[in-house]
């Protein structure tokens, strides 16, 4: 803490403020994760491998771009509001503006060429560009509001809660508006309800960032890094910082599963069980698991440490996947008792997934004597936006190997394809995501602590 300005005491306003700022992010996330796929197979016409890859070789160009963003938020000197929250101001106008020209339902006549070029050119305007300039100082944020670890789990649990009130909106909410069911009684995509929503989303997105920056208070203040920027240095700090590795890692396998099943409930629910109220169901069930586990999570890491519950969580999802893809149910409520059982684990990762990053920020301070928040952000939000590209790249393709087409997407043999995907790649990283958490993940909550009160005396020796 800086001792020579005086804030205000932690409290509710902070926590409030850090679950508006994780809204405006994930109004626009979500939307991309969970319909922007489907948008483009069925309204645009452009084939699902086609999308996934471009959701791929994307993430290549964020190597660069977050990289380069963490630098520049390291480098970045702390104003009177602080270090981090002067790029919500900057940023926030154009991530939500390039967000909404993902959807141009206007272009859905033009030539297949120029629907391709669009797609790429906006997707990574938005994800590499826009959203990398405004996701890593607002992440890095939350080592500044506050040093103690209680209050930073605190923190992640508000952010958390801030995620599931935007699944809410999109995932329960939206499909009522976006879905219709056409002259064959099938239900399908409104491309042009989408763009509308998506200018909607946008817009709240930018009074979210808003708040978030006019509330914020960084009571942490950290010096300016001066040191010359080495891709080596930073690779050689990569592969021996275990604690960095295993969170880039697990990140990225959660995000692989996760969202792996969030591409595919935009296919599984209107195609296999011929029901988008279905995705508004079990996304709400999912909300409400995760706000009642919300309030008991903080008091489960102060005891039994973070990774021990973010081992159970992935074991957990793991096994409702396994279950549900060997029963093969065309039960809809079936379906949802199993997978919300699982969605537990989900719940509680989800809440406690960003105090872990922090504890990753302090453990690499203890060990370098270097405070670099922004670059490992940036590392960080690299191995999720992996697993975002990955998890939309291989449903893609996995759509492709199974002949779905907007021609084919009601047939049998594409239906059962459709389901086995939604299940064996979500099990599959859920299973890989408890390993890694037993294995590569080294930080306990007796070094989590020993880490905090060893950063205390260093700061209090400074002062």
């Known amino acids: 803490m800086d001792n020579n300005i005086q804030f205000r005491k932690f409290g509710f306003k902070d926590r409030l403020s850090y679950m508006v700022g994780s809204m405006g992010c994930d109004f626009l996330f979500f939307l991309s994760s969970m319909y922007l796929l489907k948008f483009y197979t069925d309204v645009m016409g452009v084939s699902a491998g ?195 590795i295993g969170i880039v890692v697990v990140s990225l396998l959660c995000l692989l599963g996760q969202l792996s099943y969030s591409n595919m409930q935009s296919y599984i629910y209107p195609n296999y069980f011929d029901s988008a109220g279905a995705i508004s169901i079990t996304s709400l069930i999912g909300i409400v698991i995760t706000l009642i586990c919300s309030t008991f999570v903080v008091q489960l890491s102060d005891k039994f ?68 928040d922004g670059t490992i952000y940036s590392i960080y939000s690299f191995a999720r936006k992996c697993g975002q590209g990955f998890s939309s790249g291989l449903a893609g393709a996995m759509l492709s190997a199974i002949g779905y087409t907007t021609a084919t997407a009601f047939n049998p043999d594409v239906l059962d394809g459709i389901y086995n995907i939604t299940c064996l790649v979500p099990a599959g990283s859920f299973i890989a995501l408890t390993v890694v958490t037993i294995l590569m993940y080294p930080l306990s909550k007796k070094r989590v602590d020993a880490n905090t009160a060893e950063l205390r005396r260093r700061r209090q020796e400074s002062h």
């Not at 944020?141 to 649990?157: C, F, G, Q, V, Y």
């Not at 002259?183 to 009074?207: E, K, M, P, Y």
């Not at 065309?330 to 989900?346: A, L, Q």
Request: proline fraction near 2%; charge should be positive; hydrophobic fraction near 50%.
């Open 50 to 244: 086609l999308v996934g890859g471009m959701m791929m070789v994307s993430r290549f160009v964020d190597a660069f771009t977050d990289v380069a963003m963490g630098q520049i938020v390291d480098r970045a000197p702390t104003k009177a509001r602080g270090k981090f929250t002067p790029f919500l101001l900057l940023v926030s106008g154009p991530v939500c503006v390039a967000s909404f020209l993902m959807y141009a339902t206007w272009f859905r006549n033009m030539s297949m060429g120029f629907k391709v070029f669009w797609m790429f050119f906006t997707y990574l305007l938005w994800g590499s560009i826009c959203y990398t300039g405004v996701n890593i100082p607002y992440g890095s944020m939350a080592s500044a509001i506050t040093d103690d670890p209680k209050e930073r789990a605190e923190l992640s649990n508000w952010r958390t809660i801030g995620t599931q009130v935007v699944m809410i909106l999109v995932s329960v909410v939206l499909p009522t508006f976006i879905y219709y069911t056409n002259a064959d009684n099938q239900t399908v995509l409104s491309g042009t309800r989408v763009t509308v929503w998506a200018a909607i989303l946008s817009v709240v997105s930018f009074i979210c960032f808003m708040v978030c920056y006019y509330t914020t208070v960084e009571r942490v203040r950290f010096t300016r890094t001066n040191k010359k920027f080495s891709f080596g240095h930073l690779f050689k700090s990569l592969i021996t910082n275990r604690a960095l």
């Open 305 to 372: 440490g973070r990774k021990n519950l973010a081992i159970f969580s992935a074991a957990i999802q793991a096994a409702s996947f396994i279950v549900l893809y060997f029963i093969h149910t065309e039960n809809i409520w079936v379906w949802t008792v199993i997978f919300e059982i699982g969605f537990v684990g989900s719940g509680i990762f989800s809440l406690i997934t960003w105090a872990m990053l922090a504890d990753v920020i302090d453990d690499t301070e203890v060990v370098t004597h270097e405070r670099a």
